[in-house]
């Protein structure tokens, strides 16, 4: 990749398909302007007693992006690489994947720059609170609702609820992705693999691929992309690479995922697993297979891996997998691309509808998580690839048009301009 592409930052990346979006629809200047920028963005010192005794300060981030159509809503990140641009991209993503699905929600995203792996359970327990208190006057039931996200589960938002609740009283719906016995969702952990696999096989039938026995690399083997693995078998997939951050393992017969699971549960990791061979990260994008899921962390193909990457589709679980140049490149090879503003929306469908039942004080069964889920991101496919058909546009170019369609038209019926 060059310099010069180096050195694009993930925000603008992210900006150029709305840009692409704002021309399409010939968004009116100022409205264009208005949905380019983030509302509000919020920086914190966030200093952590350590167990040794020592305080170490770490910088936290909540970028609340657009509240058009709703609350704010958008997960919260630890990772070293969590800066300002990064979780502005992401805010941004979080407000078109909100309204590509119709649900009543705006886009935001948290961040803490830290390490999770170096910190233990009591450290970030404290981080957490620290964070949730130095941002809590901008979060709410009806104004911000955070929910897990990269480094971050569904214990890091059972202190987040606790957290603001000492300070604001009982308020299991200020976060979602919370454990069942706080007020969790059922069906919540395995909602965003679930979602892409619906919109997976979905998207292929309607391109009459075939599914039976379709050969699947999956990059990223976390709460995604083990249940993206789990669920494929059963419809007759057949997953033949994973990968986790210490690397991967290939076996172009197909992997005995729940022994794989097994074998994670066991040692920790993928790596070793007996009977595979061993791959690194970056050689697993380029196996030969059908569908190729990138399920870990941002930007992983470029244009340097784009035109080495072998599949016929690739389903973006994680948010951002694809540099604008790789996807330019998949165009240009005819590879399909199922964007990660629809393929993995199925996290923040699931949290509206624990949002909801908090609300309600009534908790739905996982069946009826599980049908209402594929009823909306079915229904966002179906309105997606009638625009691909009727316009010849990418699906990720309609998924835009859809989505900042929805978001301007709602902030010209506020009066915003």
């Known amino acids: ?15 150029s398909v709305f840009d692409w979006a704002a021309d399409h629809l010939e968004l009116d200047d100022s ?5 380019r920028r983030p509302w509000r963005e919020l920086t914190v010192s966030v200093p952590v007693r350590l167990d040794n005794g020592k305080v170490q300060n770490f910088t936290g981030y909540r970028v609340q992006y657009n509240a058009a159509r709703g609350p704010y809503k958008g997960g919260i990140r630890y990772h070293l690489d969590a800066d300002i641009d990064e979780v502005r991209a992401l805010a ?43 941002i809590h006057h901008i979060l709410g039931v009806n104004r911000d609702i955070p929910a897990p996200d990269m480094g971050t589960d569904s214990q890091t938002m059972a202190w987040m609820m606790d957290a603001f609740g000492q300070i604001e009283g009982h308020s299991p719906a200020i976060v979602t992705g919370k454990p069942i016995e706080l007020g969790g969702s059922y069906g919540r952990t395995a909602a965003p693999g679930r979602g892409a ?28 992309g083990s249940w993206i693995a789990r669920l494929l078998p059963p419809l007759g997939f057949n997953v033949v690479a994973v990968s986790d951050v210490r690397g991967g393992v290939y076996d172009p017969k197909g992997l005995d995922v729940e022994q794989l699971l097994a074998h994670q549960k066991e040692a920790g990791s993928v790596v070793r697993f007996p009977g595979a061979e061993p791959v690194t990260n970056q050689e697993l994008l380029e196996l030969p297979c059908d569908v190729l899921v990138p399920a ?30 790789a996807d330019d490149v998949f165009n240009d090879r005819g590879i399909l691309v199922i964007p990660d503003v629809l393929a993995n929306a199925g996290g923040v ?3 509206y509808f624990e949002w ?35 316009q010849s546009i990418t699906m990720r170019q309609a998924s835009m048009a859809v989505a900042v369609q929805r978001v301007a038209r709602a902030a010209e019926i506020r009066g915003f301009v």
């Open 1 to 15: 990749m060059s310099n010069m592409a180096e050195k694009v930052s993930a925000f603008e990346e992210v900006c």
């Open 31 to 35: 409205l264009r302007e208005i949905l």
């Open 92 to 134: 941004s993503l979080m407000t078109w994947k909100t309204a590509l699905v119709d649900i009543p929600f705006g886009g935001a995203k948290g961040g803490v720059q830290c390490n999770p792996r170096a910190l233990t359970t009591n450290e970030l327990n404290r981080l957490t609170r620290r964070f949730t208190a130095n």
């Open 197 to 224: 696999v619906f919109v997976l096989e979905e998207a292929m039938k309607h391109r009459e691929m075939a599914v039976q026995g379709a050969q699947v690399v999956i990059q990223g083997f976390g709460q995604v």
């Open 296 to 325: 870990a962390v941002e930007r992983v193909i470029t244009q340097e891996n784009a035109p080495r990457i072998k599949a016929r589709v690739v389903l973006e679980a994680a948010n951002h997998p694809s540099t604008p140049a």
């Open 349 to 351: 469908i699931v949290s």
């Open 356 to 390: 909801v039942q908090n609300i309600q004080q009534y908790r739905w069964d996982e069946e009826r998580v599980n049908v209402e889920l594929k009823r909306i991101i079915i229904g966002a496919l179906d309105t997606v690839q009638a625009r691909v058909d009727g």
